[in-house]
């Protein structure tokens, strides 16, 4: 039990310890930035279990904000958005159950749902800046 007259700690974004990419949320400019500099250095604390049903349905929560409040963001990381149609296209998996179906279905026995999930990413952006 914590006394009432205890200091309670607490969080200090300057003073922390954590990695030096980490951003705060709110200086997050879009969702690559928060992956990046977030979710990516820290999974687990995005996603329970590192979970790539949980990612997937943070993110898609993260979509439905951008529509609510007319943020005019391109997000494709929505389950059956450009994300999952580039998987479906580059590599013929069904999106029946959106990208992160389709990436745990489909993953090597050297790397985690997550690791491949940053991976394909990473390809993914890499294709849009070179047809840019």
């Not at 974004?13 to 690559?32: E, F, G, I, T, W």
């Not at 296209?89 to 940053?118: K, Q, R, V």
Request: charged letters at 25%; aromatic letters at 10%; hydrophobic letters at 40%.
């Amino acid at each position: 039990m914590i006394r009432q007259d205890s200091p309670q700690p607490v969080y200090d974004p300057d003073r922390s310890a954590m990695n030096s990419s980490v951003k705060h949320v709110a200086d997050c400019r879009d969702v690559y930035e928060l992956i990046d500099h977030n979710i990516r250095p820290r999974p687990g604390m995005w996603a329970r279990g590192e979970s790539l049903q949980e990612l997937m349905v943070l993110l898609s929560g993260y979509g439905v904000a951008l529509e609510l409040h007319s943020v005019p963001e391109e997000f494709a990381l929505s389950p059956a958005g450009p994300f999952s149609r580039w998987l479906h296209a580059e590599f013929g998996w069904g999106m029946a159950l959106g990208w992160a179906s389709a990436i745990e279905d489909n993953l090597n026995d050297t790397e985690t749902a997550m690791d491949t999930f940053f991976r394909l990413l990473d390809q993914y952006r890499t294709t849009l800046k070179a047809s840019d």
